[in-house]
T-cell receptor, first 114, second 113 residues
């Protein structure tokens, strides 16, 4: 399976600021996703990161708040913009490897907004 | 709205017992099903995938699928304290631009020594 890394692993940020999270995969993957997991909750899909085009956002998530880039098949970034304490969460990068529908997750970025 | 339902638990079993985790899904056309394990503070890790009706065994884990009943389960035999975690059921959704997984809320399992 693909090896996924995320940076930063954790951060504490002030409200009103923005944070960019990086996701790097050790091989080319067909699909990349960004999830949010709020404390004690399950995973919520934010968007599918599309290589070379705009991300596909799920209901309740907008590009102005969560801009996403995917310049190639191994790398993506998620920015959490104009943060508020409600954005405190774990943000997870996930990939689909090859032609399967099996998803693997990165280690996550733990974000605390004060 | 496609949904995946799980009993949130907590499910508590003694060490050495069989833990049974259940999941139902709403989309009758679903074809691919997954179980993930998530330890506290960690990201989900894939345990099992199942695509056909019946049982699929991998070590102490057995996944069971019944598409007619829209039901997926995970059995953990000889449960160990190290199995204590939240177990997430996920179903592949063919909608959207390329498809994605829909997750249940997870069942928290506690294995008591």
């Amino acid at each position: 399976s693909a090896v996924i890394s995320q940076k930063p692993s954790r951060d504490i940020c002030q409200r009103g600021t923005s944070l960019t999270i990086q996701c790097q995969v050790d091989s080319q993957v067909t699909m990349m996703f960004w999830y949010r997991q709020q404390p004690g909750q399950s995973l919520t899909l934010i968007a599918t990161a599309n290589q070379g085009s705009e991300a596909t956002y799920e209901s309740g998530f907008v590009i102005d708040k969560f801009p996403i880039s995917r310049p190639n098949l191994t790398f993506s970034t998620l920015t959490v913009s104009n943060m508020s304490p409600e954005d405190s969460s774990i943000y997870l990068c996930s990939v689909v490897d090859g032609g399967s529908e099996t998803q693997y997750f990165g280690p996550g970025t733990r974000l605390l907004v004060l | 709205q496609k949904e995946v339902e799980q009993n949130s638990g907590p499910l508590s079993v003694p060490e050495g017992a069989i833990a049974s985790l259940n999941c139902t899904y709403s989309d009758r056309g679903s074809q691919s099903f997954f179980w993930y394990r998530q330890y506290s503070g960690k990201s989900p890790e894939l345990i099992m995938s199942i695509y056909s009706n019946g049982d699929k065994e991998d070590g102490r884990f057995t996944a069971q699928l019944n598409k007619a009943s829209q039901y997926v389960s995970l059995l953990i035999r000889d449960s160990q304290p190290s199995d204590s975690a939240t177990y997430l059921c996920a179903v592949w959704n063919y909608g959207g631009s390329q498809g994605n997984l829909i997750f249940g809320k997870g069942t928290k399992l506690s294995v008591k020594p």
